[in-house]
């Protein structure tokens, strides 16, 4: 039989380097969209925040308008 060698705990200061070299090389990989096309898409989102808070608004005012000819 083959006696079972106990597993070697790792440090926090070893664990933290590992986690934070690891997450390095993944930054790497990440696609960083160039000036132009974060403000195309910040512009994107603001006119969706716009329109969908538009429709909110309109919707509120219909429900609004009905509850005042009910009660």
């Given at each position: 039989m083959?006696?079972?060698?106990p ?18 090389n ?43 000819l009910?009660?």
């Open positions: 083959t006696e079972k060698q597993e070697k705990k790792v440090g926090f200061v070893a664990r933290t380097k590992k986690s934070a070299k690891a997450t390095l993944e930054l790497k990989k990440v696609h960083w969209p160039t000036k132009k096309e974060l403000i195309t898409y910040t512009e994107v989102v603001l006119v969706a925040v716009v329109a969908i808070a538009a429709a909110i608004w309109v919707v509120d005012s219909i429900i609004a308008g009905l509850f005042g009910v009660f």
